[in-house]
């Protein structure tokens, strides 16, 4: 205690020293914003004031879902009002306000989280927080990196992985229940959205995913979100971010990903870092814009690392972690009394926020050993010269023994005595209706995305002039048929060969099925279905395409259903290697590894296709027996070369002929069954079905999580979530 005494006594010396009348500016100069409930005014306030708790009335309405919350202050300095006022952003022509909404309150009580690491050994990440959260309000938790603000955000929401364990109570408007689908979104840090569709087409899409209903509602819905969001001068912009294409700001594109959960109209938003890569207007305007949508009555929680002054003066409620101990719960100015109580007060000339990071954020410990021989004009370093485990041992002491504890439990007591309205699940559209919105959301993807899309498919053509041309004028003799098999060999594998360069697309179709599914906004069979019918147009088009030039230019026989066949046997070959494409990026969710994998897998199938070494003439263990069974290119090559030369007869000298498969079996092993070609149609079929099974056993089971490929060559990163 004498060590906890004398470093409070010397950082509110310094502090003091820095809040002194000669170094202040006018208030005028500094302020935030204060008003509960609505668009705040600006306020001075002195350094560090002795203020006095406020006065907070709660009345739970018989009957209703919302809760009235009266805020009353007692101390005549929070009163202290200066002119002026910061607008509401003004809205597009035309537009309607936002309807009102039904609020939820959220209360967490004694609620521990654990995390079991690499190590086999388990952490707790929060350690018995309280708090609550009000309709129409904004709750903040923040702290340092590591500090576990997502942990809790997530525990909050039921959105734990499963290596997670939750002890503690979660009560939903007074009683122990989890919210059910449609009435709470959640917005994660990572923004995936899809840029070759405007703002309103995404959010269009994403409410027809969502939504049951006529497509009539749906649109006043996205309006609805459009306008709530303050995105009416980008609705009608491409989101951008692909293809060269220059995108939207961050600050747009967050505020796109959070209007996709305002959709459902939900009663609690969860936002992860809201602010996190926005730069000081950029972030004002998001806060804003929040505010006039916790005006609405949602009940907003959010995540937060660090906020500018103005930024900060919006806040309701903030929820102060370090280590995942609660250092402080309660109103945003209450915060700053209790560091002042604490022998922390904050300086006038620094952001609250930026002080509160400073006294509990340990990594400042490696600053003060760098500077502690460093001098400046007035002295020693007096900002950077307190230990920040005595600060947060001081902190986490006041908070226990103050009465905003007692105030929180006694709000906890209020809010949980009688239990509010249930939420209620909004319902679903169904999945015929959203595999048609998935499989149109595709094709229209797929039109747009040169890059990944038209450009894989003249690359496809002109590959295939380039073999057609190599391989042209060879003729019908038996000297061809050799060269005719090569010709073949080099189609089949070196298109499966190009086809990798769609793993970029194929890899942003899993994230944002992985962010779509999160919210329950997709499955794994709808996500495939989808994804199987929205891709047929597109490599039928490259099939039918590259197979007329290879056909004609290498000269095979001119006969209808033969090439019907070739263009058949083909694009079931790009059917399978697509799916392949999908169980690898599945696996790994990085293009680079991703990459990698593919042409690995391709060359040693191409190795035991049987044009290298005959099939049957390869060892038995391994290149045999599983490799050229599970090498799509042996069927497809080997249906080609049946489709062509089976029925044929080729002579020799003047007197003997001998058979098409006759003359392949120095070449390649195929079969004399004049069926033998549609069995292995039938094997590639089967394959793709394969494929697209496994790949639904993986979207189940590994994404969204750590998948175990990539525990193994890359550092797990839950250390960085549990911030």
């Not at 006043?220 to 939207?248: F, N, P, Q, T, W």
């Not at 500077?371 to 900002?383: A, M, R, V």
Request: charged content about 20%; hydrophobic content about 45%; glycine content about 6%.
């Amino acid at each position: 205690m004498e060590e906890i005494q004398l470093q409070s006594d010397n950082y509110r010396s310094s502090s003091s020293s820095a809040s002194s009348p000669a170094s202040r500016v006018p208030s005028s100069n500094f302020f935030y914003l204060r008003k509960p409930g609505s668009l705040r005014q600006p306020i001075s306030f002195e350094d560090s004031p002795e203020w006095e708790d406020t006065d907070v009335d709660v009345r739970v309405e018989d009957g209703g879902d919302s809760i009235n919350v009266a805020t009353t202050p007692v101390s005549p300095s929070l009163s202290k009002l200066n002119s002026g006022s910061l607008p509401s952003p003004p809205l597009p022509e035309g537009a309607t306000l936002v309807r009102k909404t039904a609020g939820a309150s959220i209360v967490w009580k004694d609620l521990t989280v654990t995390i079991k690491w690499k190590r086999k050994y388990s952490e707790r990440v929060v350690k018995s927080s309280n708090g609550y959260a009000l309709p129409g309000t904004i709750t903040v938790i923040m702290g340092p990196a590591k500090s576990g603000k997502s942990t809790l955000l997530r525990a909050l929401a039921g959105r734990l992985p499963h290596s997670a364990n939750m002890y503690g109570e979660v009560f939903v408007n007074g009683a122990k229940s989890s919210m059910p689908y449609g009435s709470y979104g959640f917005v994660k840090r990572e923004i995936n959205l899809i840029g070759s569709l405007t703002v309103r087409e995404f959010l269009y899409y994403s409410a027809l995913l969502q939504l049951p209903g006529f497509f009539c509602q749906k649109k006043s819905v996205v309006e609805d979100a459009i306008h709530a969001m303050s995105l009416g001068d980008y609705a009608d912009r491409l989101i951008g971010g692909h293809c060269y294409m220059k995108g939207l700001p961050n600050g747009e594109r967050r505020r796109i990903s959070i209007a996709r959960e305002l959709v459902m109209r939900p009663h609690v938003l969860f936002i992860d870092e809201p602010l996190y890569h926005l730069d000081s207007v950029s972030a004002l305007l998001m806060m804003v814009t929040l505010k006039k949508l916790a005006s609405t009555g949602c009940t907003l929680i959010f995540t937060i690392y660090q906020s500018s002054t103005e930024v900060f003066g919006l806040f309701d409620r903030i929820c102060l972690l370090s280590n995942g101990n609660t250092l402080f719960f309660g109103e945003t100015l209450s915060c700053l009394q209790h560091f002042s109580n604490a022998g922390f007060p904050c300086p006038i000339m620094q952001s609250p926020s930026d002080h509160f990071l400073r006294a509990i954020n340990t990594d400042f410990d490696r600053i003060i050993a760098m500077c502690k021989n460093w001098q400046d004009d007035n002295g020693d370093f007096s900002s950077v010269n307190m230990d920040t485990a005595v600060a947060i041992r001081t902190l986490e002491a006041t908070y226990r023994s103050s009465a905003d504890a007692d105030a929180v439990e006694n709000m906890i007591l209020r809010l949980t005595e009688k239990e509010g309205p249930l939420l209620k699940s909004k319902g679903k559209a169904g999945s015929a209706t959203r595999i048609a919105v998935l499989t149109w959301r595709s094709l229209l993807i797929m039109s747009r995305e040169w890059k990944y899309y038209w450009l894989r498919l003249i690359l496809n053509i002109i590959f295939t002039l380039c073999v057609g041309t190599t391989f042209s004028g060879l003729g019908h003799s038996l000297s061809s048929v050799v060269t005719r098999v090569a010709a073949i060999f080099v189609f089949v594998s070196f298109t499966a060969l190009l086809s990798i360069a769609g793993v970029p697309a194929i890899m942003k179709e899993v994230k944002i099925y992985a962010s779509e599914e999160s919210n329950q906004h997709l499955g794994a069979l709808v996500f495939l279905v989808g994804q199987l019918l929205s891709s047929i147009p597109f490599l039928f088009l490259i099939s039918i395409s590259s197979s007329l030039v290879f056909y004609f230019l290498i000269g095979l026989r001119d006969e209808f259903s033969l090439l019907m066949y070739f263009v058949l046997n083909f694009f079931m070959c790009l059917l399978v290697n697509e799916g392949l494409m999908l169980v690898v990026v599945s696996l790994w969710q990085d293009v680079y590894w991703s990459t990698l994998t593919l042409v690995s897998v391709q060359v040693i199938m191409m190795l035991s296709a049987g044009y290298f070494r005959i099939r049957n003439a390869l060892p038995k263990p391994v290149w045999t027996y599983p490799i050229s069974y599970i090498a799509f290119h042996t069927y497809s090559i080997q249906g080609l070369l049946e489709n062509e030369y089976l029925g044929t007869s080729f002579a020799v000298g003047q007197v003997r002929t001998i058979s098409g498969y006759q003359a392949l079996r120095s070449a390649y092993d195929t079969s004399m069954d004049s069926n033998s070609k549609w069995e292995n149609l039938l094997v590639l079929f089967l394959m793709a079905v394969g494929y697209r099974i496994l790949v639904f056993v993986l979207l189940s089971f590994r994404v969204g999580k750590k998948e175990f490929l990539y525990k193994i060559f890359k550092c797990r990163r839950d250390t960085n979530n549990a911030r």
